[in-house]
Structures are given as C-alpha cells and as structure tokens.
C-alpha cells in the first residue's frame, strides 16, 4: 500500500507521515526533501529562482516516481494537488489522507516559519485562509479519508490515521 499525506503547510505532513512510516514499517518519503536533493538547493531558493511553473514540473515527476512502487508512506508539498495530473495519480495510486488544519491553527503553528515560500507575505495568515479556500476542495477530491488535526498530538494524530486506515481493511490492527 501506499499511503499519501496531502494539507496546507504546517498540517503535519511530514511529522505525522514519519510516525505513521515508522508504526506500518513502511519507508518514508517527503517530496519537497527529494526535490531539494534533486536540485541540490531549498524549494524556496528555486521557487525564487524558476518561478512556481517550474517547480511544480519538477514535483509532479517527484511524485509519479515516489508513487510507483510500494510499500511507502508519501507526504506532499502544500501544493501537490494544484495540478490535476497530481490529484489523479494520487488518488489512483494510494490511499490518500487528508490532514485537514483550519487557517487560525496553521497560522498558530507557521507564525515564525521562515523557510515556505508561499507565507513570506506581509499578512500570512490571511494568505493562509486564502490558501485553505483555494486548496481545502482540491485536497478533498484527492483524499481518501479526511483527518481534522485540530489540536491533538502528533500520536493521537497517527492512532486516528490507523484508525481509519484498520476500518477500511487496509491494515489489520497490531495489539
């Protein structure tokens, strides 16, 4: 199986992701971290450099090769789904998780994040709530399941994944 986390930047893609890899034994794979060995420089240097356009070339042929062959767990940049192709492979290829974060709670946990390109504005929260109305519909095309983060820790985050994942029959429950 694979298993994909979609959600805005600071949702818990990659924490929750890392976790979940390591309950299901499963390899983990951030595509923005694959990107940037690729590049050999940070998304927000190219994303500066090349413009979006290129950058999201580079990350649907990322993420066509980190969903080919599974077992693994895949999170995605914020903005994987922006692209059709992206949606469909996704939800073609996996089982898709959405980690769905309101834009007060990521602007809670983003507020002093320097490092994602899309945020270095002068109102990020409302950049935020722009990107949640943009994105929110895309990412429930996309998904799977839909997780609300709300608050919880990263455990009960992962515990309420393999929840879902053990409802559906993909995984059978470890006691």
Known sequence: MILVLVGLPGSGKSTVGRQLARRLGYPFHDSDHV????????VRE???REGESAFRDIEESVLHELTAHGPAVVST????????????????????V???????????????????????VDDPHAR????????DPLYR????????????????????????????GLVTARR
């Open 77 to 96: 940049g914020g903005g994987a789904v922006l692209r059709e192709a992206n949606r469909k492979r996704l939800h073609e290829a996996g089982q898709v």
């Open 98 to 120: 959405y980690l769905r974060s309101s834009p007060d709670e990521l602007y809670r946990r983003l507020r002093h994040d320097t490092t994602r390109p899309l945020l270095q």
């Open 141 to 168: 095309e996309t998904a799977h399941f839909i997780i609300e983060t709300g608050r919880p820790s990263v455990p009960t985050l992962v515990n309420m994944v393999m929840m879902q994942l053990e409802l559906a």
């Open 35 to 42: 990107i940037e060995q690729r590049l050999g420089c940070s």
């Open 46 to 48: 190219y994303f500066e």
């Open 128 to 135: 935020l709530r722009q990107l949640h109305a943009e994105r």
